[in-house]
């Protein structure tokens, strides 16, 4: 399946329970934004499908570790960027597991995985934390959760993401990466 949509990523933002600082805080921030991905970002079916689907985990807790160690700033803009950069680093960290002997369509090679390898794509990374900063910048901190910018901005940064993939072909190494885009959603 692929992540939430944007529906899904603004009522469960609107339902998040504040901690005890009254701000919705890392905990309650790193725990809503993984279960929207964890388990769920998948490629594009009209690029490449694998059988059995991968499984992606997003490293929450460098996320949660960075915004754990933010101290409070009269000035909003140094947040959003600690935020960005420590979804820059979860996200480059995150994994995207291929099980050995899963089949590739359309086929590279034999079409059988070996012993494959999928990362985040780096520049896909930055791409994507560059907009998510873009987007957090320009928005204010409304009065009302419900209209917050933050489950857009990140949505809309995960969907940006590409994968690429090493050793997908089980008789002959693949001479270059697959770079496969995700599931797009609205």
Known sequence: MPQDPLSVWKSKYKDLKPDESGAVGPKNLTNFIDERVTQKLEFDPGQATLS???TFTWSKNIFK?????????PDPASSKTVMATA???ATQASTMVIASGATLSPPVGSGIIGTAVAIVDPPSVTLAGAQLLKDLLKADSPPDQADSVLP?????AFAALTFSITGADATAPTPIP????????K
């Open 52 to 54: 059995p689907p991968p």
């Open 65 to 73: 570790a960075a915004l754990s160690a933010l101290v409070a700033t």
């Open 178 to 185: 697959i770079v496969l885009p995700l599931t797009k959603v």
């Open 87 to 89: 979804w820059i680093s």
């Open 152 to 156: 857009v901005a990140f949505q809309k």
